[in-house]
């Protein structure tokens, strides 16, 4: 359990720890915005297009080495981070370290599901998804630590003792998972393909935020995904060992699970990107002050998502599933309400539903989705939650960024190209509150969904 727990808090504190340098190292490696971005571009592409390959090699393989691989991978190219003097290095190992940090986030929740038993699985998922959403909560206050302690090496360099132990750990104490499917097939031109579609779908999500939804490049990148996705199907249905069986979406739990993730994260990525405009532009509050605020939903999801994960040992998992929706949904409604006269307290107790919920709602959709599969089928199920969660990401912060934006521009007879940080305080509050309230219908859909689940498992089970 420790070893998962190391190797999930330093996964997740890297997502968000190294966004906190790129103003930073456009300055140390004396380039600019559009190529720095590329240091975390990268990253969230190859972990996006290697997702499945992961999950499949992990039902095939034993998942100790395979893990261990990450681990040790995800460190070495942590050190080459901290090391190099280039920018085009720093974005080819930040890819590899990509390569790590999806075989540890891909094994990782299939180790956990496998090695506990039925009665103490939810429980150990829910320990495991508090400590990701405490990395989460943690990752920019401490790259900001980091830094103002020894530059930004430090934050590439402070994986390498974590990744020592960890490795440690996982030689000396793990067990090894023997395969029956060793002997399979690796389907390399699915993976090749899925991965190829994958990272075209992400290029299209991030070319909306710059040229929008209707611009040729976006669609020419679509398209191309689209094509991908049909000839992915195609070759699926056509040979005996496919990477992904589609038959494994007819689990009715599975699908709808997967769909609500991709649902949650999204409007996580639309949090993540419009709040920090409303505090420092609307409340105008100082950095540090900003960090402390947009910590407070992640550690209470860490907090309670251990909770969440004891409940499910006792109640149907998509029960409460369906108790973090209607949080997540009225913390929504909550945030609609922000206004020029919020106060911290204010904000804390319109975040906190929200905050809540999603701590509730993730260690549960893991439970229900994970307990509806076989042993065999961990490894491809846990990717497959991987890639809801980046592709809820994806999408939340290429469709929420660009409302609010084309909201709060339009309120302020600006067209799409001035910043949008010279938009007046009235057309930012008045963007906020009608984004969230489109969300609002969203979540609604998803409660709606996940009420749906709750009754066909009383059906099931009766």
């Known amino acids: 359990m420790l070893g998962i727990s190391l190797g999930t808090l330093m996964f997740a504190l890297d997502v968000y720890i190294v966004n906190t340098t790129l103003p930073q190292l456009v300055e140390v490696f004396h380039t600019n915005s559009a190529l720095i971005r590329w240091v975390v571009l990268s990253y969230l592409l190859t972990i996006t297009a290697m997702v499945l390959g992961a999950g499949r090699l992990g039902d095939m393989w034993d998942k100790k080495w395979l893990y261990l691989g990450g681990v040790i991978l995800f460190s070495i190219s942590s050190l080459m981070c901290g090391l190099v003097c280039e920018v085009n290095y720093l974005i080819g190992f930040r890819a590899i370290q990509g390569l790590g940090a999806v075989l540890i986030s891909v094994l990782g929740l299939a180790i956990i599901a496998e090695v ?3 009665e103490e699985r939810q429980r150990a998922l829910g320990i495991i998804s508090g400590i990701h959403l405490v990395g989460v909560a943690l990752g920019p206050t401490v790259g900001e630590l980091l830094i103002s302690l020894a530059g930004w090496q430090l934050i590439f360099l402070i994986n390498l003792p974590i990744g020592i132990i960890t490795t440690a750990i996982v030689v000396l104490f793990f067990p090894p998972f023997p395969n029956s499917k060793r002997q ?4 390399l031109f699915g993976m090749l393909i899925m991965a190829i579609t994958l990272v075209c779908f992400s290029l299209s999500m991030t070319f909306v935020q710059t040229e929008g939804f209707s611009s040729k ?4 990148w679509l398209a191309f995904a689209a094509i991908g996705l049909m000839s992915f199907l195609v070759v699926e249905y056509s040979v005996s060992e496919p990477m992904l069986d589609l038959k494994i979406f007819q689990d009715l739990q599975l699908s709808l ?6 649902i949650v994260y999204s409007f996580i990525a639309g949090i993540m990107f419009i709040i920090p405009f409303f505090l420092q532009f609307v409340k105008q509050y100082s950095s540090f002050e900003i960090g402390c605020l947009l910590a407070t939903s992640p550690i209470l999801g860490g907090l309670i998502s251990p909770i969440s994960g004891i409940l499910c040992d006792h109640f149907k998992s998509s029960t409460i599933r369906l108790i973090g929706l209607l949080f ?13 006269d919020l ?6 107790l319109r975040i906190a539903p929200y905050g809540l919920g999603t701590g509730i709602f993730i260690s549960s959709n893991i439970s229900a989705v994970m307990g509806a599969m076989t042993q ?5 199920t846990s990717s497959l ?6 592709l809820g990401q994806t999408i939340g912060l290429s469709t929420m960024g660009t409302l609010f934006s084309s909201l709060t521009l339009r309120q302020s007879n600006f067209s799409m190209q001035i910043d949008l940080t010279t938009a007046p305080i009235e057309s930012l509050i008045i963007g906020v509150q009608t984004t969230f309230h489109w969300a609002a219908i969203l979540l609604i859909i998803a409660v709606i969904l996940g009420a749906f689940s709750c009754w066909k498992a009383s059906l099931n089970q009766g």
Do not use: H, M
Request: proline share 2%; aromatic share 8%; net charge neutral.
């Open 343 to 348: 106060t911290i307290l204010g904000y804390i």
């Open 217 to 220: 490049i976006t669609l020419t």
């Open 328 to 340: 997540i949904a009225g913390g929504c409604l909550a945030i609609s309400t922000f206004n020029e």
């Open 116 to 118: 506990f038993p039925s």
């Open 376 to 380: 065999e089928r961990l490894g491809i």
């Open 385 to 390: 939650l991987s890639l809801s969660r980046n």
């Open 184 to 187: 399979q097939k690796f389907d």
């Open 257 to 262: 699970g997967l769909l609500l993730s991709v």
